[in-house]
T-cell receptor, first 113, second 112 residues
Framework: DAGITQSPRHKVTETGTPVTLRCHQT?????MYWYRQDPGHGLRLIHY???????DKGEVSDGYSVSRSKTEDFLLTLESATSSQTSVYFC????????????FGPGTRLLVL | KQEVTQIPAALSVPEGENLVLNCSFT??????LQWFRQDPGKGLTSLLL?????REQTSGRLNASLDKSSGRSTLYIAASQPGDSATYLC???????????FGKGTRLSVIA
C-alpha cells in the first residue's frame, strides 16, 4: 500500500470554527488531491496540487483553501466550517508517468454541528 | 464536461456467479480509466488501471475492458465470493496527471 496518512481520522466541530486536515505521504509523489465523498454525490474534487506551492481548484472549492509547503504534506483548511461541509474527506496521491495510479488515504470523517 | 455513470447502482448476486459492472463516460478523449473498490467506512483501493491505448487489463478474477469509441468500460468478476461485497467505483482521467472524474459506484452484495 502507498504510504498515505490522514489526520485527524475523526473530528467533530462547531459551525464557524476553522478546521485543518492534514495529508502526509512518504512516496515523494508530485501530485496530491483532496476529495470529499457524500451520499448521492460520490467523490468530488476540492483542490489539488501539482508541486510544492502549486495548487488549483476543483469542482467544489468554495469555503476551502489548501497549502503545500513540502512535497510530503498537503493541508486542507475550512476557514469557517458549515454544516454542509460535514463529509468524509479523502486525500490521494499520484506520480508522473502513464502507468501511475492514484492512491487514496484512509479518509477523515468530519461532523460540523 | 466529462461525466461518468455507473449502472446499476446496486447489485445482489449469489456466490459463484460471474458478473459484469458497467461504466460509461461522455467524452471519449480520455487518458486512463481506473477501477476502485471501497469497503464500508474505508478508503479506496485501486483494482485496475487501463491506459487509453489498451483494451483490457486482468488481475486474478478481475478483468476490465475499455471501449473508448463507445465510451464504455466493464469490470468482469469471475466466480464471485462474499468477500467481493463492496462498492466498485469507476474513474476517468481526462488527460495526463489531471484529477479523476468518478462515477457514483455500484454497490455489490454477494450472498453465500
Amino acid at each position: 500500500d502507498a504510504g498515505i496518512t490522514q489526520s485527524p481520522r475523526h473530528k467533530v466541530t462547531e459551525t464557524g470554527t476553522p478546521v485543518t486536515l492534514r495529508c502526509h505521504q512518504t512516496e515523494n509523489h508530485r501530485y496530491m488531491y483532496w476529495y470529499r465523498q457524500d451520499p448521492g454525490h460520490g467523490l468530488r474534487l476540492i483542490h489539488y496540487s501539482y508541486g510544492v506551492k502549486d495548487t488549483d481548484k476543483g469542482e467544489v472549492s468554495d469555503g476551502y483553501s489548501v497549502s503545500r509547503s513540502k512535497t510530503e504534506d498537503f493541508l486542507l483548511t475550512l476557514e469557517s466550517a458549515t454544516s454542509s461541509q460535514t463529509s468524509v474527506y479523502f486525500c490521494a496521491i499520484s506520480g508522473t508517468g502513464r502507468e501511475e495510479t492514484q492512491y487514496f488515504g484512509p479518509g477523515t470523517r468530519l461532523l460540523v454541528l | 464536461k466529462q461525466e461518468v455513470t455507473q449502472i446499476p447502482a446496486a447489485l445482489s448476486v449469489p456466490e459463484g456467479e460471474n458478473l459484469v459492472l458497467n461504466c460509461s463516460f461522455t467524452d471519449s478523449a480520455i487518458y486512463n480509466l481506473q477501477w476502485f473498490r471501497q469497503d464500508p467506512g474505508k478508503g479506496l483501493t485501486s483494482l485496475l488501471l487501463i491506459q487509453s491505448s489498451q483494451r483490457e487489463q486482468t488481475s486474478g478474477r478481475l478483468n476490465a475492458s475499455l471501449d473508448k469509441s463507445s465510451g464504455r468500460s466493464t469490470l468482469y468478476i469471475a466466480a464471485s465470493q462474499p468477500g467481493d461485497s463492496a462498492t466498485y467505483l469507476c474513474a476517468v482521467i481526462p488527460s495526463g496527471n489531471t484529477p479523476l472524474v468518478f462515477g457514483k459506484g455500484t454497490r455489490l452484495s454477494v450472498i453465500a
